[in-house]
Nanobody
Framework: QVQLVELGGGLVQAGDSLRLSCGAS????????LGWFRQAPGKGREFVAA????????NYADSVKGRFTISRDNAKNTVYLNMNNLKPEDTAVYYC????WGTGSALLEHYKYWGQGTQVTVSS
């Protein structure tokens, strides 16, 4: 069982930056690909970004490409999401998740372990 805890959410203005982090309790953290997903009010959970086990490959949703960057530090059992030029439509609860296959999939059903989420609110 992998426990994931997201930190770093908050209220910002459009154009601001924010950095989310997600720490894991699992000593085999590097065995998992990691992803960030988000869920806005009244909408389904959607893919944001993912990174493979060693961080050699990343994958982004078109809506965040060029603005968000995912990275990981396996020595610290932590994955990050740097978000720049935030827009009101980025407002959502952001979740990190661990994928057993290690591919950095964009598919929600490929992820087995989930954090509880952190709220990001972007005002216009």
């Amino acid at each position: 069982q992998v426990q994931l805890v997201e930190l770093g959410g908050g209220l910002v203005q459009a154009g601001d930056s924010l950095r989310l982090s997600c720490g894991a309790s699992e000593h085999s953290f590097s065995s998992y690909a990691l992803g960030w997903f988000r869920q806005a009010p009244g909408k389904g959970r959607e893919f944001v970004a993912a990174i493979t086990r060693a961080g050699g490959s990343t994958n982004y949703a078109d809506s965040v490409k060029g603005r968000f960057t995912i990275s990981r530090d396996n020595a610290k059992n932590t994955v990050y999401l740097n978000m720049n030029n935030l827009k009101p439509e980025d407002t959502a609860v952001y979740y990190c998740a661990a994928e057993l296959w290690g591919t950095g999939s964009a598919l929600l059903e490929h992820y087995k372990y989930w954090g509880q989420g952190t709220q990001v609110t972007v005002s216009s």
